[in-house]
């Protein structure tokens, strides 16, 4: 996007094809920081002149508007240029015409209730494999107008291979490798949806035959809809690369899954054993250098093995970052035992590791949770810095930033009897039944990374 003397103009490629489309429905997606918000945000400015005219920009919650660098504050830059006036508190601007264009969220399936009986000429979607395949298509029937601008879509998206919008964009995606088909991005085509069931068709005339009832009682027609989608990558946003050159870099230290993702925009790439890890990806070392700090990351069971069952393990890890900002595993235990066996395990492994030792314990949700990690804190563990937080996101997400370091070369573990069981088990996660050993080196590696002020000091 480029915006000089009052100019606003689209950068060329995907961002200038993305808002020429005609389509009834366009879907801008790809890698990260290929302009997509801006094209976004600029697609309703070609209407503000018009009183009647409103725009609605929905993200699946509140938070992802109002989140520093967002679409509120993107939109700051933007419409003011054109007499935007901000009603903050409604997150909605206003135009000397009248013309309005609101932010808001569809945080659940039954929000898309309070848009009975709205009229919108254009809805925009930001991020459209965050909404529910339901939510989508209820909007679709709320996209009318009587302001004279012919209703339309327009959203962004990244890849999602387990996304109903995987399912909607197939024809313009590569089946067997995952990208974008180059020629078929910004082609038109058309589909009806009879219930739950899509039919497409390259031409509007080869959907004629799928019939309904109109207020006459005569059988005309389904009008078709037409959907196109236009492929982009960070390389396309020129703007961006030449103002956040380390962007690229920041992109290229995700782990490979994310990677492909968002750099590579592949729609067909999913969690899998050995995208995560590797044993390659770390290397053995035969002692630990000086100041490194230590952290012991704890995932708790408390089911005890007995004949016929397969219960969760607990599991500990023990990782250090050195004073250079390298990571290394010392140590790595796990045991099937009962409530009280567990914290027998704690207690010999804290005395084992000393105090310079930070202890790290997931706290589990409602009152339960907090009494285990009140009773580590106050009665097991006494003289220990012992730290607890809830566990955010899902297990491939807390895995990720150690996944990148590892695939980075940035991991090391000390050579130990435990090394082929933490190999084995992490080179089958996310697909092994038990994700114990996984789940436990996230939580000690996330709380090296979040304890700040760093002493340096401490050994194995």
Not at 129 to 151: A, C, W
Not at 237 to 248: F, G, I, Q, R
């Amino acid at each position: 996007m480029g915006a000089a003397s009052r100019i606003i103009r689209p950068q060329e490629g995907p961002q200038t094809q993305f808002l020429a489309s005609s389509a009834d429905i366009t879907i801008y997606g790809g890698s990260a920081g290929g302009g997509k918000t801006w094209g976004l945000l600029m697609e309703p400015l070609r209407h503000v002149s018009n009183g009647r005219f409103g725009a609605v920009f929905f993200r699946r919650t509140t938070t992802q508007i109002t989140n520093e660098g967002g679409l509120w504050d993107e939109s700051a830059e933007l419409y003011p240029m054109l007499g935007g006036m901000p009603r903050s508190h409604m997150l909605e601007w206003r135009f000397p015409s009248g013309a309005k264009i609101k932010f808001t969220h569809l945080e659940h399936e039954k929000t898309v209730r309070n848009y009975q009986g709205a009229q919108i000429p254009l809805i925009n979607f930001d991020e459209l494999t965050h909404f529910s395949e339901k939510q989508f298509f209820y909007m679709v029937s709320r996209n009318r107008s009587m302001s004279g601008v012919k209703p339309y879509i327009r959203a962004t998206c990244n890849p999602d291979a387990d996304s109903w919008v995987a399912r909607f964009i197939a024809w313009w995606i590569n089946q067997d490798t995952g990208y974008a088909i180059p020629e078929r991005g910004g082609v038109l085509r058309w589909f009806v949806r009879i219930g739950d069931t899509i039919m497409w068709a390259d031409k509007p005339q080869d959907l004629a035959h799928h019939t309904m009832i109109d207020e006459n009682g005569n059988k005309v027609p389904i009008p078709p809809k037409s959907v196109t989608f236009v492929p982009a990558k960070l390389t396309d946003n020129k703007e961006l690369m030449s103002a956040n050159p380390e962007y690229m870099a920041n992109l290229m230290a995700l782990s490979l899954v994310e990677r492909e993702r968002l750099l590579g925009g592949n729609w067909k790439i999913r969690p899998a054993a050995g995208l995560y890890f590797r044993r390659e990806w770390v290397k053995p070392i035969e002692a630990v250098p000086a100041g490194t700090k230590w952290v012991r990351g704890w995932d708790l069971a408390g089911t005890p093995k007995i004949e016929g069952n397969d219960p969760d393990w607990t599991c500990g890890n023990k990782m250090g970052r050195t004073p250079d900002g390298r990571f290394i595993v010392g140590h790595h235990t796990y045991d099937r035992q009962g409530p009280a066996g567990v914290e027998r395990l704690v207690q010999n492994t804290a005395e084992q590791d000393g105090r310079a030792t930070t202890i790290s314990i997931a706290q589990d949700p409602g009152q339960a949770g907090k009494s285990q990690v009140t009773s580590y804190q106050t009665k097991l563990l006494v003289g220990y810095d012992v730290r607890s937080s809830p566990e955010t996101g899902d297990k491939v997400t807390r895995f990720s930033p150690f996944s990148a370091q590892a695939e980075a070369g940035n991991v090391f573990f000390l050579r130990g009897a435990w090394n082929e069981r933490w190999l084995s088990e992490l080179e089958g996660f996310p697909e092994a039944t038990h994700d114990d050993d996984a789940d436990a080196t996230s939580r000690a590696f996330n709380t090296l990374l979040n304890i700040s002020n760093f002493s340096w000091e401490g050994a194995l």
